[in-house]
Structure formats: C-alpha cells, structure tokens
C-alpha cells in the first residue's frame, strides 16, 4: 500500500522537482482503477538529484523485485548512472521516472502539468490530454482500458 | 501550464474506442463529483481492500 501523503510530503519538504504521472496521475484525473505505485518524472538537473536521494533516504528506498542482498544504494551516482528506477520503499512503492515514452523528461512535461493540492501538499501532475497521449505512446495492451477511461473522463469535463 | 481543452475525438484510435463501449460511466461521474484529495483517499482505501483480500486468498490456500 502507498503512503500518498508521506511519500509527497518527503518529497515536497525536500523541494524535489517531479511530476505525478502513470495510475496516480489517472486517479487525480478521476479514473477508477486501481494502482499500486506512485509514478514521478522528476527533473535531471544535479541539485534535484541530490534532493531527490535526501527526501528518499530515510524510507529505506531498494530496487524492487531485486534480491535482498544486492549492494544498492539510492545515491546521486546511482541516479546520474541510470534514468528509470523502479523501487520498493517504508512509504509504498515508487517509480522515479527521468523520461517517459512520448512525452520526454520533466523540462518537456512541466508545460503539459497541473497544479493539484492533495493532504495539504502542492504538487505537480500531469495534465489529463498530455497523460493519454504518453500513454498511447507507450502502447501497451495494458493501457488500452486506462486509455478508454480517461477518453471518456475528457469528454465528461467538455 | 497548459489550459487548452481538447476533446477525445483527436486521439481516436479503433481499439481503444472498442474498450469505451465497456466503461462504467457511473464509477466516473461518481468520482468527478470528488476532490482530488477525495480520489486518492479513495485509492488508498482500494489498497487496503486489495492487500486484505490477497491475504485473505492466501491464509486460504495454506489452509
């Protein structure tokens, strides 16, 4: 289960640049499916990075579906060397995102965000047309129903 | 940020349009009437339902 209050507020406190996108995104939007991850594109440049690892350190951040024994640590090495990372942490799983198919990295998607306020915390997210055109671009058989909500969510706020 | 309102009809694809046929417009109303904070209040309660029902599944596999 995500801790969606801690999670943001760990990573607002530490002034870390992201955008909400993937399921959570969808949820903010008004879909009704259930996700079981918090998605964020966050920003590349090098403070960011370091706050980044500053808001995660203390949740015990581990690459997620590795085996416990790996020699990992969420570092700003660790980031600059990799983009995506998919990761298990106290506060509910987290995918930390540098670029997404289709849309590109927080530069290029903060134009595409809105502005949500949720649990008190101010956060970025990304737009409801942007979210379905990345995720047509990701083309997975997966989307396909997301795809059919937030369709129909566009045209419910018409 | 962006304020310009688009409509579905530019992203239409037949495949997704097939899946729209099966959507439960009332699950979205029902959540458009939410807040923000309301929908995600709601998710996590979908998680803790989902995480007692695959608990649940398996103490009765082991059973």
Known sequence: ?158 | MSNVKKCSSQFHDPVVSAYRAHIDRTLIQKNLKLSVEERFLQLMELQRLAVELRDAGRRASER
Not at chain 1, 45 to 55: G, I, K, Q, T, W
Not at chain 1, 111 to 124: A, K, P, Q, V, Y
């Open chain 1, 1 to 158: 289960m995500i801790d969606f209050p801690g999670l943001l507020r760990a990573l607002v406190d530490r002034r870390v640049q992201f955008i909400i996108v993937g399921g959570a995104a969808a949820t903010a939007h008004g879909a009704a499916r259930l996700t079981q991850d918090l998605d964020i594109v966050y920003s590349r440049r090098p403070e960011n990075l370091a706050n980044l690892v500053a808001a995660l350190a203390h949740h015990e951040p581990y690459l997620r579906g590795a085996p416990p024994d790996l020699p990992f640590t969420l570092d700003v090495e660790t980031l600059q060397n990799g983009l995506n990372f998919t990761l298990t942490s106290k506060l509910g799983d987290i995918d930390l995102l540098g670029e997404i198919v289709g849309g590109g990295g927080y530069e290029q998607l903060v134009s595409d965000s809105i502005e949500i306020e949720l649990f008190g915390i101010r956060c970025l997210c990304l737009g409801l047309e942007k979210l379905i055109q990345v995720k047509r671009a990701a083309g997975r058989p997966k989307d396909f129903e997301v795809l059919a909500e937030l369709e129909s969510i566009l045209d419910s706020d018409e």
